[in-house]
């Protein structure tokens, strides 16, 4: 079974969605830093998250 899925994929994309899923991952990572960053400062970041939140909050009561 193993190997007619593995003859289905052309060989330039193995593994390509391990690189997908990294790149999730990474992602994931830097919004959860950038969070953390927002609740333990008042910086720059705590001032970009607080302009998305607000525009969020008024596009949802529209």
Do not use: C, H
Not at 7 to 19: C, L
Not at 28 to 45: C, F, R
């Amino acid at each position: 079974m193993l190997q007619v899925i593995r003859s289905r994929v052309p060989a330039g994309d193995r593994g390509q969605g391990t690189v997908e899923y990294v790149l999730v991952i990474l992602a994931a990572a830097a919004i959860a830093l950038a969070l953390i960053g927002w609740m333990s400062s008042d910086g720059l970041v705590s001032n970009l998250f607080s302009t998305i939140l607000s525009k969020v909050i008024g596009f949802v009561k529209g």
